[in-house]
C-alpha cells in the first residue's frame, strides 16, 4: 500500500513547520508507482531528503540511501512519526542489494554526485529494471540529461507535472564505478575530494580568507572543524601546530570520507564524526571551534542550519574558548551572532567576507 504524502505527519530536519516536507517531484513519482506495473521489489531510494517517500513506500520495505545525517534524521523523525516500518539504510555502495527493481533517485545539485550514484546504479538493477530521477524541472540542468544518457540507453522524460519531472530510464550502459577523486592545494595542505563534497574542484574563497588569518588563531590542545568539507580548514590548523587533537564534523558522507582521505593525504590523524552539528558528540569545554557555516541546504538558500550551528558551538565552548567563523559579508552574522556570544570580533578586512572571533558563551 502506498501512503498519500498529505495524510502523512511529515517533518523537515532541521525543523521548518512553515515549509513542506515533500514536493511537487515526490507527489509525481507516488503518481506514477501507482500505475507502475514492474515487478515493485526490491526497490532502492535515493537522496530522499526528508524520508517522505521512505514513509509513504515504508509497506513495500525499500532500501534506503542517503549522503545525508539531517536526511536520516528526519527520515528516521518521520518513520517514527507515522508508526511505519523503517526501511534498511545502505551506508556506502558496499551495502546495497545486487539487484533492484527499481530505483528512484532524487537528482542531486552536484553533477559529479549524480554522475557517481548513476554508475554505481545502473550496475545494480536486475534485467529490464528502472531508475527514476525525479526533481523539480528548474533543478535538471543540461549537465544531468547529459549523464542520464552516457548511463543509460533508452531514456523517457514523462510530461512535466506542477513543475516537477520523473525521468524513466531503462537499459543500463556498462561503466566502471571506481569513486572519482580530485584533488588541490589549499594553504599549506593537499585536499582530497570526493564526489558531492563542498568545494570539490577548487577552494571557497571564504576558506581561503579565512587561512590567511590563520597566524591569529590560538593555538590549544584540541579543536572542532565544524562543517569540514573535505578538511581545509582543520588540516591547515594542523600544519601549523601538529600536536592539537582535531575533531572533524560534518552532515555529509562524501564531505566525511573526502576529509578522512585529506587527513591521511596530509600524514595527520584526526577525529572524524559523520553527524548533524554536534548534538549527541558529548563534546563540552572546547577551547576552539572554527567554522565555514552552510549557506544552503541543497537547492533552498536558508542561514536556519548555520545559526543551529552557531548555538550548538556555543553550548560546546569553555568559557575562554573561542568560536572563529567566516561569512559572506552580505549575511549579517555580525549581529546574529550576538545572540550566543557576548564579544564578536571582525578580524579581517577582506571586501567579500568577514571572519569573526566570538568569545563569551552567552549561557
Ligand atoms: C560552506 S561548507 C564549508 C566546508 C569546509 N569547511 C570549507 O571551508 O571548505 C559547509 C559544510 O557544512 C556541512 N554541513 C551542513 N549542514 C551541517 C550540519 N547540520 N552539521 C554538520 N555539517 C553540516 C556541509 O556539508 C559543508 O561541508
Sequence with gaps: MIGDLTQLTLRRVPSAPSLQAYNAADELVIQRLE???????????????????ATALASTRPDWWSDSAMARQAMEENIRANQAVAPRVIDSPGDLNTQYSLVILHAPK??????????VLSAHLIHGGECWVTGM????????????????????????V????????????AHATTEPLRDYVAGDSTLVSLPGCFSESRPDPGALAFLNVFDQLPLVDRFVDLGCGNGVLALNYLHRHPTSQ??????????????????ERNGFRVQIAHNNGLAGLALEQLPLIL???PFHQSTTLTTDIAHRLFNEAARA???????WVVGNRHLNYHNTLKRWFKQVTPVSQHPKFVIFRCTGPAP
Excluded at 552536484?110 to 554508475?119: C, G, H, P, Y
Excluded at 506542477?162 to 550502459?173: E, F, G, I, M, S
Excluded at 565552548?317 to 568560536?323: H, I, N, P, V, Y
Design 246 to 263: 582535531a575533531i572533524l564534523v560534518d552532515e555529509s558522507r562524501q564531505a566525511t570520507a573526502s576529509a578522512a582521505a585529506s587527513a
Design 291 to 293: 567554522c565555514n557555516p
Design 162 to 173: 506542477k513543475k516537477a519531472r520523473c525521468v524513466r530510464l531503462a537499459q543500463p550502459l
Design 317 to 323: 565552548l569553555a568559557d575562554q574558548g573561542e568560536f
Design 35 to 53: 500505475a507502475h506495473v514492474g515487478s515493485g521489489e526490491p526497490l532502492l531510494l535515493v537522496n530522499d531528503a526528508f524520508g517522505a517517500l
Design 137 to 160: 524541472v528548474k533543478h535538471l540542468s543540461r549537465g544531468h540529461q547529459k549523464i542520464m544518457q552516457r548511463h543509460f540507453t533508452q531514456i523517457d522524460p514523462g510530461l512535466a
Design 110 to 119: 552536484s553533477l559529479a554526485l549524480f554522475d557517481w550514484q548513476l554508475s
